[in-house]
T-cell receptor, first 115, second 118 residues
Framework: AQSVSQHNHHVILSEAASLELGCNYS??????LFWYVQYPGQHLQLLLK??????LVKGIKGFEAEFIKSKFSFNLRKPSVQWSDTAEYFC?????????????FGTGTRLQVTL | GAVVSQHPSRVICKSGTSVKIECRSL??????MFWYRQFPKKSLMLMAT?????????EQGVEKDKFLINHASLTLSTLTVTSAHPEDSSFYIC??????????????FGPGTRLTVT
């Protein structure tokens, strides 16, 4: 079974600082990788996803992530965070089982951006 | 984008009673929906896969007799927490993939239901 690790549980940054959130997964086969964001009081939204092709994926709101297969990593980055980026960020992976793609989530990273 | 709704958004019930949570895909059909449970400061844990027209598939450790799932139509799945106990208090979230539930189809999440059992 696949698993996902997010090592940063709580990150506090000042506005304009650069962001990198770590995500490592464990699975021997082909996976699809996702980053979801949950703003306070709102539902989970997709930030970006990687299925195949260019390992550097660009998502919404200036976020990007790089898939490094050799490191089983899919770290999320943003060059300059804004106060509105304050949210919970979840890395997730699906391993297609042939009938349904089940998402396995990491424990989440709470990002707090201060003014 | 696709929209998934949940009802109710918040429910408080007494220990021993049953609670039903609805998950609806508002503008698309979903043959498969997923139910998750989110513990405070922890990740989302997949509980079960709801399949329209057939039995739900439960993850290991999830009691199927306690968490009853019914996928009544292509736009509605329900989760009933039977004989609820305080330890069932949690945030329950559903999701539905747009298109076939496989491969590269994005899942859309409902806003969640906060269940508190007193």
């Amino acid at each position: 079974a696949q698993s996902v690790s997010q090592h940063n549980h709580h990150v506090i940054l000042s506005e304009a600082a650069s962001l990198e959130l770590g995500c490592n997964y464990s699975y021997g086969g082909t996976v699809n990788l996702f980053w979801y964001v949950q703003y306070p009081g709102q539902h989970l939204q997709l930030l970006l996803k990687y299925f195949s092709g260019d390992p550097l994926v660009k998502g919404i709101k200036g976020f990007e992530a790089e898939f490094i297969k050799s490191k089983f990593s899919f770290n999320l980055r943003k060059p300059s965070v804004q106060w509105s980026d304050t949210a919970e960020y979840f890395c997730a992976v699906t391993a297609f089982t042939g009938t349904a793609s089940k998402l396995t989530f990491g424990t989440g990273t709470r990002l707090q951006v201060t003014l | 984008g696709a929209v998934v709704s949940q009802h109710p958004s918040r429910v408080i019930c007494k220990s021993g009673t049953s609670v039903k949570i609805e998950c609806r895909s508002l503008d698309f059909q979903a043959t498969t929906m997923f139910w998750y449970r989110q513990f405070p400061k922890k990740s989302l844990m997949l509980m079960a896969t709801s399949n329209e027209g057939s039995k739900a598939t439960y993850e290991q450790g999830v009691e199927k007799d306690k968490f009853l799932i019914n996928h009544a139509s292509l736009t509605l799945s329900t989760l009933t927490v039977t004989s609820a106990h305080p330890e069932d208090s949690s945030f329950y979230i559903c999701s539905a993939p747009l298109g076939l539930a496989g491969g590269d189809n994005e899942q859309y999440f409902g806003p969640g239901t906060r269940l508190t059992v007193t």
